[in-house]
């Protein structure tokens, strides 16, 4: 079993840069691929970005693409969002989500999420 912990979230100006973490507990996190999602109020859940277990292969949501950077370390068990040039319609509860599979498709455990919010 896999226990992930955001942390990272805040208020922010839009323009501004934030740095997303998540801590896993369990040995499956470095076999793991890793996304982030978000999801606004009134809006469904999106996908952000996600990476595969050594980091090979990499995914953006158009959205955020060129603005945010996804990374992991596994000896520290973390993956990391960087999102800069943040805009308002960032706002979201920002949720971290490992895929025991490694597919990057189907995302077994969730985290409680962040809130992330941008003033304009």
């Known amino acids: 079993q896999v226990q992930l912990v955001e942390s990272g979230g805040g208020l922010v100006q839009a323009g501004g840069s934030l740095r997303l973490a998540c801590a896993a507990s369990?040995?499956?996190?470095?076999?793991?691929?890793m996304g982030w999602f978000r999801q606004a109020p009134g809006k469904e859940r999106e996908i952000v970005a996600a990476?595969?277990?050594?980091?090979?292969?990499?995914y953006y949501a158009d959205s955020v693409k060129g603005r945010c950077t996804i990374s992991r370390d596994n000896a520290k068990n973390t993956v990391y969002l960087q999102m800069n040039s943040l805009k308002p319609e960032d706002t979201a509860v920002y949720y971290c989500?490992?895929?025991?599979?490694?597919?990057?498709?189907?995302?077994?455990?969730w985290g409680q999420g962040t809130q992330v919010t941008v003033s304009s």
């Open positions: 369990g040995r499956t996190f470095s076999s793991s691929g």
């Open positions: 990476i595969s277990r050594t980091g090979g292969r990499i």
């Open positions: 989500a490992a895929d025991t599979r490694n597919q990057l498709i189907k995302y077994d455990y």
